[in-house]
């Protein structure tokens, strides 16, 4: 992952959904809140002054919870 990640979330849904980046002990380190619509919905992060490493990245919506290893360069 460069200074920022491309999240792509594909739904049939409309609403809220809600981006954590997680270190690895678990502690959210940023949070983003985006309006998703039925459809491939595309939103760029950015990790900021966060140092390399691995993190989990966390999409939480009111129908889908999904979690993916993310690794900082």
Known sequence: MSASAQVILEVNYQGVAKI???DMSGRAVMS??????????E???DRGTLPSGAYFSKVN???EHLQ???LAQ
Request: glycine share 4%; charged share 10%.
């Open 20 to 22: 954590v980046l997680m």
């Open 32 to 41: 983003r809140t985006v309006h998703i619509v039925p459809g491939t919905n």
């Open 43 to 45: 939103f760029t992060v």
């Open 61 to 63: 919506t009111a129908f």
């Open 68 to 70: 993916s290893r993310v």
